[in-house]
């Protein structure tokens, strides 16, 4: 069964805490991205990799950090240095081809008490 | 700066009938534009896409229309059914440009 997978569905943290969300694809997808979107609001990008070992900033990323060690997978930390982490994180792929159509996963809310 | 918005943030409309859900655009040089559906709680899914040098692509049961000339963009949804209830994302790629920009959605509801 391909697709993308992001665990857990539910997050909670303590506020000051570094917390970590998985995305994971199996559809051999070399470009992946990591969306931020707060309610009645669109997605906002705040890294993507188009290989593995590189990647690059998007419009917020500021408090945020992420590795891309595999093909497969790209997670993503959310810092203590992230002024509101609460939000609902989505993970995206591509083949990095034309026209490059973006996949999404199922999401991850975070909340931050 | 340069964004993706829509006109109408609800839309409702009776069971059986035509949908038409727009988004303007004011990126002159984007390239590449998709529609999304997202239920609550869900990520988004891929409806349909259409490239800067067409101005219509059908599916099933959708259509997006793209009008350069004004930076207009519809997704037209054939005999709406309740399961199309949802958040309606467009999206638009400028070109040279890997990410996506995203409107803000229209919530489409289907009345029985």
């Known amino acids: 069964d391909g697709g993308i997978t992001q665990s857990p569905k539910y997050l909670f943290r303590k506020e000051g805490q570094n917390v970590t969300l998985s995305c994971e694809q199996n559809l051999n997808h070399d470009a992946m991205y990591w969306y931020r979107q707060d309610p009645g609001q669109g997605l906002r990008l705040i890294y993507y990799s188009q290989i593995v070992n590189d990647f690059q900033k998007g419009d917020i990323a500021e408090g945020y950090s992420v590795s891309r060690e595999k093909k497969e997978s790209f997670p993503l930390t959310v810092t203590s240095a992230q002024k509101n982490p609460t939000a609902f994180y989505l993970c995206?792929?591509?083949?990095?081809?034309?026209?490059?159509?973006?996949?999404f996963g199922p999401g991850t809310r975070l909340t931050v008490l | 700066g340069e964004s993706v918005g829509l006109h109408l943030p609800t839309l409702s409309v009776q069971e059986g009938d035509n949908s038409i859900i727009n988004c303007a655009y004011s990126?002159?040089?984007?390239?590449?534009f998709i529609w999304y559906k997202q239920e609550s709680g869900k990520g988004p899914q891929f409806i349909i896409d259409?490239?800067?040098?067409?101005d219509k692509r059908q599916g099933q049961r959708v259509t997006v229309l793209l009008n350069k000339t004004v930076k207009h963009l519809s997704l037209q949804i054939a005999a709406t059914q309740p399961g199309d209830s949802a958040v309606y994302f467009c999206?638009?790629?400028?070109?040279?440009?890997?990410?996506?920009?995203f409107g803000s959605g229209t919530r489409l509801q289907v009345q029985p």
């Open positions: 995206a792929s591509s083949i990095d081809a034309s026209p490059d159509t973006q996949y």
């Open positions: 990126n002159s040089a984007s390239d590449y």
């Open positions: 999206a638009e790629r400028k070109t040279g440009r890997r990410a996506l920009t």
């Open positions: 259409i490239r800067s040098n067409m």
